[in-house]
């Protein structure tokens, strides 16, 4: 029997821990040092070990993470979760206002405006005022149960306190990064030799979406909530009638709401206050791209409804992409594993979106000539979401007039051989290329191929460029040894390096191994393909031009670049090394099955501009995970994905009741089923 003494100390505890966890992660106004935190956490922490039966799942020591989960279990949301109509610009925004005027039939409308948080869209549930569950948006019916992670999020209140607790509340918002953590975060990664991520909002994702909550807990993850599904009352009487009243309920129960969010009386005030926004937005502490305005009175927003796919009372206002002028310095030459010479432009450092960029891509030599770029130009930069910096344009009155046009290399930048025309892109002919090995090997171990997930690409480059790593199977006969021979690899590091390729070793599949070598004109899909038809990796070269183009997905273009590769002698070299390696992935019917894809049987069509990537980009995608893509309309249509301006197939597809998701969407979508 529990000393109720005991019981006591340890609820106690909780209490304290949680309460300076809220002054210190949603105030930002703590009380306490940091020692005098740690003596209240390991006291408690204490307790729990030596008193198994006061253990509870919300308590605060939870938040460093438990043992990792099998795999993400789907949830099934309670009231879905729509996606946002967008507007461009403030005249799509008053466009809005007069429909949203004449659907209730009246002008004196409020809106609540707050910034659009760039992060990872989830719910979470709460029942008796307990944190329960937490789920991804998904595709907006059907999300990932990540529980397990949001526990670690320390701002995220794992009970609730207020005037008034809910018996039941599910809590939209975005699980999000600051910029300033983000900065440290990709220090730390940097320095480890792992992964460095593109922008906060994938980090905020890619934290969310890992099985071993340790992980969670290590990144410095914040949930933002925006708003609310269910939601039931013990007090009968009580209930919030407006978005404000919503908002400041949350509040008040202890969840961190985005900075800046106001009441706007009139449109015109939001109009005003998204000019004040896209002018600040460098200033504030997270990443946002523009405002979410919603019609305050939830009366009003129960009479406008929705549409298939988002709310009549709420628009998401987008900011334009981020642009600066900076000075072209030089050009720069990227070899990548195919060959092909990249140019990239090295600017004086300018800050854009938040970071400082000196460096962005110019694409190929057509897109030079085009632009008449030139070293001393003054140009403009662009970065818009997950985008790349990217040179624009010329501004001529600043053109110096000592500038002369780009000669583009017609040699490699590394080995020296003849660079060739190919199409847009200009190649190394040398298959040997010390540089086109090193891309080789970096994408090899890379999630498109063997995801050697402890196998930093720094590394790879490094460990390549001493002559340590010639081909990809030399990472077989690599000994810890070997690398802690270099002065910042220490004894942790090693081992996960090691530990990433002896399981890349072990679990394999031909498919990924064919998908990893890189090989021109081969994807995942062909790959597949070969891996359904092959026993092992040799067998493939073993086959004529003619015989492989008979297998589905494979034409003249693909059998002969697959023909020639298996022909070279450093193919052949490769072939032996894997085998003295004992590495030899099988294939053949028992490995894959394209039912087993994960958008097998599923049909998409897209309309309208994708913000990240061409249409044609985005439909290799769905085939690539075994679905497929249409350009006409019906009702066969599994999903109907909407982009900027998307045209009158929504119409028809609302009138035949298909599915019609934005951008997001699909991402997740796609996400979700890999």
């Known amino acids: 029997m529990i000393s109720p003494d005991i019981v006591e ?26 020692a005098e935190y740690d003596v209240l956490f390991r006291e408690l922490a204490a307790l729990e070990e030596a008193y198994p039966e006061i253990d509870d799942p919300n308590s605060p020591t939870k938040r460093v993470g438990g043992k990792p989960a099998e795999g993400f279990v789907p949830y099934e949301h309670a009231l879905r979760m729509y996606s946002l109509d967008n507007a461009m610009n403030l005249e799509d925004w ?14 004196d409308v409020e809106y609540w405006a707050d910034p659009k948080m760039d992060g990872l869209a989830l719910e979470v549930i709460y029942e008796k005022g307990r944190f329960v569950r937490a789920a991804t948006r998904g595709d907006g019916r059907i999300g990932e ?34 910029n300033a953590d983000f900065a440290s975060l990709n220090q730390r990664q940097a320095e480890d030799g792992d992964k460095v991520f593109a922008n906060p909002r994938n980090a905020a994702a890619g934290s969310i979406r890992q099985l071993d909550p340790k992980v969670a807990a290590s990144r410095p993850l914040r949930f933002m909530g925006y708003g609310i599904g269910q939601v039931e009352w013990a007090t009968p009487l009580f209930s919030w009638t407006t978005q404000n009243d919503i908002m400041n309920g949350l509040k008040e129960l202890g969840f961190a709401i985005p900075p800046e969010a106001r009441l706007c009386k009139t449109k015109q005030e ?46 998401a206002l987008k900011f334009p992409a981020h642009q600066v002028k900076t000075v072209l310095n030089s050009i720069r030459i990227q070899v990548g594993r195919t060959g092909v010479l990249t140019p990239v432009a090295e600017l004086e450092p300018v800050q854009l979106a938040g970071v400082v960029v000196s460096n962005a891509t110019l694409h190929n030599k057509g897109y030079i000539e085009e632009r008449d770029f030139r070293i001393g130009d003054t140009v403009l930069i662009q970065r818009a979401g997950d ?21 583009f290399p017609s040699q490699c930048p590394v080995c020296h051989s003849e660079a060739r025309e190919d199409g847009e892109a200009v190649r190394c002919t040398n298959d040997t290329c010390p540089a086109k090995i090193v891309q080789r090997i970096i994408h090899f171990v890379s999630k498109a191929g063997l995801d050697m997930g402890g196998v930093g690409k720094k590394w790879v480059q490094r460990l390549a460029e001493d002559g340590v790593l010639v081909s990809p199977a030399d990472l077989f006969t690599l000994k810890k040894t070997d690398l802690l021979k270099y002065e910042r690899m220490g004894d942790k590091s090693a081992d996960k390096f090691i530990a990433a390729v002896t399981k890349a070793k072990k679990e394999a599949v031909l498919w990924r191994l064919i998908a990893g070598l890189g090989i021109r004109h081969v994807g995942e899909q062909t790959a597949r393909t070969l891996a359904t038809n092959f026993e092992n990796f040799e067998a493939i070269g073993k086959v004529t031009r003619e015989e492989l183009q008979e297998l589905e997905d494979v034409g003249p273009i693909v059998a002969e ?9 450093e193919t052949k070299l490769l072939i032996e090394k894997f085998t003295e390696a004992e590495f030899c992935p099988t294939g053949g019917r ?85």
């Open 145 to 178: 149960d990540v529980t397990h992670n949001m526990r670690t999020v320390m701002n995220l209140p794992l009970t609730l306190h207020g005037p008034v607790v809910p018996d039941l509340l599910e809590v939209r918002g975005e699980v999000v990064m600051s």
């Open 9 to 34: 100390r340890s609820l106690y505890l909780r209490g304290q821990i949680e309460y300076h966890n809220h002054r210190y992660y949603v105030l930002d106004a703590p009380e306490i040092t940091d």
């Open 561 to 569: 670049s697959l023909h020639d590769f298996f022909r070279l002698d």
């Open 590 to 674: 028992s490995d894959f099955d394209e039912s087993d894809l994960p958008l097998a049987g599923k049909v998409f069509i897209f309309t309208g501009s994708l913000p990240d990537m061409t249409r044609s980009e985005a439909q290799v995608l769905v085939e690539e995970q075994g679905g497929s893509s249409v350009k006409s309309i019906s009702k066969n249509v599994d999903y109907v994905v909407a982009g900027e301006k998307a045209g009158s197939k929504i119409a028809k597809a609302e009138k035949l009741g298909l599915e019609i998701i934005d951008f997001e969407a699909f991402l997740e979508l796609i996400q979700r089923r890999t």
């Open 270 to 315: 939001v109009a005003e206050y998204f000019k004040e926004l896209m002018e600040g937005r460098s200033d504030l502490p997270f990443e946002i791209d523009g405002v979410v305005a919603k019609v305050n009175s939830l009366e009003m927003q129960r009479g406008l409804g929705f549409t298939s796919r988002a709310p009549r009372w709420a628009l």
């Open 94 to 107: 008053f466009v809005f206002t007069d429909r949203v005027s004449k659907g209730i039939g009246r002008n």
């Open 387 to 407: 985008v790349i910096p990217q040179v624009l344009s010329v501004d001529m009155d600043k053109r110096p007039e000592s500038a002369s046009p780009y000669d």
